[in-house]
């Protein structure tokens, strides 16, 4: 499978010592192949995750390009411009109002539907719905973008043509193209397109439920939807908290290519977050390096502290909480 | 619980209740959720089949009107569009190759449970998940090793994923028994024979579920290719398509990216096209694979 580089196999003698660095020979000694097995991941690991962090530094310097690494270091200064910044604030308050709205909307859409595919009785018309179901979360950003524009078109997009037909509106709904539409139509599209494939998780849940509970709680006079509250919930509430933890990570996420593919001019005012910031403030014809890479460490950070942060509230609370 | 079974216990399960008018309600609501999913695309391809003439006239809506193939040999005449659909598919086949041989060679021995330093090597890589770096120290630091603008930017980086990892670690660990191993191992085979001989070929669902995830995610994406490149031979398709969106929106000024966008764009037949030159190969696959992706998306809930 892979060259066979040996790491320990001069030392085979050792085998057996006591001390530290000798159990460490001969552990390497008896086990060369799986070490030597990790070698070509690691050092996918190595090069493109850990050799990125010392660029980190750019953050805390004032990066010219001619200068390059050489560039004058100014501490904090890059951030405390970044906080005044008036485009920054826009892009941050999107990100979370976005977000908030996402974890509001999105986060409880998959359960339902889990909840609903699971009170589903005939097998065929199950399976059928469920590969339908999933099939969006494999389509491009690009291309939902596209078929969204298609579709919702003031003038010749189906819905408003459709709409106008049937005598409904007099004149196309800008779904796409006015800022407050956008925003509905967007986060809207987002539910469609996560929906099938989020209910996965907690239908396996669901299936780690014990049946025997289902049978005494029917015994005991529960109704299907006694059930649901009672036994189908509380069984998939550990997975839902986890899930929930893992998404306030994400509390200032903001996918490029969603977002990139759904912008235009009109709505430019909501469409402009964080990763549209970071995009254009350093690849852009601006080129600060410096400012685009001091936002991006605060976007990671402020997400790790709300795993950190919500895994600890998720534990005062009695759950179990990430790990 | 058992107590609580009563008399009837042993008698069968759970008794069919009727079909109720919330069973009803519940399939009418995914059956038109269902349909949100299809009819976009029905009017789509209607719409590639359909004359420029019909589609202005807002005539199309699930089945084309002045069926021609146009459209689809426009975008086959296009020497941009085949040469990117065919680099896509390139990068797409050799980013999931080598994505599922370096994650089955770090799955593997960290699936060992007695192999010293796993718990280590695993935080080290479970660090990146949960921090990265971001845009442009990526950025730099490709520009130092000197894949920007190159095809490997497009590949290489993406091939190792920590959680895709875990996940077909957890599968090594938990769908195969660990006695297969034992009895290998005192039959005098290496480690290297039982994991090629042993667990690889036992292993089908998780490979397939995580080829799936990389080719889709290959496939789809565009990002990197706006971040990391500036040839127009290194432009996947997702890319093309959206800087041919890009020009057919309302009031957007073309900046010099989208000239091609510009220069294709875009009788809406055309881009109706393109739009199903992009989605047709996932369509094509997905059916095949769809079995095994719920087992992956599972093992992904299994905390490792």
Request: charged share 15%; aromatic share 12%; proline share 5%.
């Amino acid at each position: 499978m892979i060259a066979q580089r040996s790491l320990g196999r001069p030392l085979k003698r050792s085998f057996g010592t006591g001390s530290v660095p000798g159990r460490a020979i001969a552990a390497a000694a008896k086990y060369w192949q799986l070490y030597a097995m990790l070698v070509l991941p690691l050092a996918f690991v190595i090069l493109f995750n850990y050799c990125v962090y010392p660029n980190l530094r750019i953050a805390f310097m004032n990066y010219r390009p001619a200068k390059g690494w050489a560039s004058d270091w100014v501490g904090m200064g890059t951030f405390a411009k970044v906080f005044k910044d008036k485009d920054f604030f826009r892009a941050f308050r999107n990100t979370l109002v976005f977000n908030i709205a996402d974890i509001i909307l999105q986060f409880p859409a998959p359960i339902i539907l889990a909840l609903m595919i699971n009170e589903l009785r005939a097998k065929a018309f199950k399976r059928v719905s469920q590969t339908i179901l999933y099939l969006p979360h494999f389509l491009s950003s690009v291309i939902v973008a596209s078929v969204a524009y298609t579709l919702f078109r003031p003038e010749t997009g189906l819905v408003n043509v459709a709409l106008t037909n049937a005598g409904f509106i007099a004149k196309g709904i800008p779904f796409l193209t006015e800022k407050w539409h956008w925003v509905i139509t967007y986060l809207t599209i987002n539910i469609w397109q996560q929906i099938g494939w989020g209910s996965i998780i907690y239908l396996a849940a669901m299936m780690g439920i014990d049946p025997t509970l289902y049978e005494a709680a029917t015994v005991d006079g529960a109704g299907r939807f006694k059930r649901l509250r009672h036994v189908t919930l509380p069984g998939i509430r550990p997975t839902i908290v986890m899930l929930l933890i893992m998404r306030m990570g994400q509390l200032l996420g903001s996918g490029f290519e969603r977002l990139n593919a759904f912008g235009n001019v009109n709505v430019r005012e909501f469409q402009y977050q964080l990763s549209i910031y970071v995009y254009e403030k350093g690849l852009g014809p601006a080129g600060d390096f410096s400012r685009s890479a001091a936002v991006g460490l605060f976007q990671t950070l402020v997400g790790l502290v709300m795993v950190l942060l919500s895994d600890r509230a998720a534990k005062l609370l009695g759950e179990d909480g990430l790990v | 619980m058992t107590v609580s079974m009563g008399k009837r216990a042993g008698k069968p399960r759970r008794r069919m209740e009727q079909f109720s008018a919330a069973d009803a309600a519940i399939m009418i609501i995914i059956v038109l959720l269902c349909l949100t999913c299809v009819l976009p695309f029905v009017h789509v391809i209607a719409k590639s089949l359909s004359s420029s003439a019909a589609v202005l006239s807002k005539r199309v809506f699930f089945w084309p009107e002045g069926f021609n193939w146009d459209a689809y040999t426009r975008v086959l005449n296009s020497s941009l569009m085949v040469s990117q659909l065919g680099f896509t598919a390139q990068i797409t086949i050799a980013q999931t190759v080598l994505s599922l041989v370096v994650t089955a060679l770090c799955a593997y021995p960290l699936s060992r449970r007695y192999l010293p330093g796993r718990f280590v090597i695993t935080m080290i890589i479970m660090v990146t998940m949960y921090f990265s770096a971001g845009l442009i120290p990526t950025y730099l630091l490709y520009k130092d090793i000197g894949i920007l603008n190159t095809v490997w930017a497009l590949v290489l980086p993406g091939a190792f994923s920590a959680y895709n990892m875990l996940i077909m670690r957890t599968y090594f660990m938990t769908s195969i028994p660990d006695s297969l191993e034992e009895s290998a191992i005192i039959d005098g085979a290496s480690h290297f024979t039982v994991f090629a001989r042993i667990w690889l070929p036992l292993s089908k669902p998780v490979f397939a579920t995580l080829a799936l995830w990389v080719a889709v995610a290959r496939w789809n994406g565009y990002a990197d290719a706006m971040y990391y490149t500036t040839k127009r031979t290194l432009q996947p398709i997702q890319y093309l398509l959206y800087n041919m969106i890009l020009s057919a929106r309302p009031s957007e000024s073309l900046s010099g990216e989208s000239q091609i966008g510009a220069a294709l764009s875009a009788p809406e037949a055309l881009q109706c096209a393109v739009i199903m030159f992009a989605t047709v190969p996932i369509l094509v696959i997905y059916p095949f694979l769809q079995k095994y992706f719920v087992k992956g998306v599972m093992l992904g809930a299994v905390k490792g």
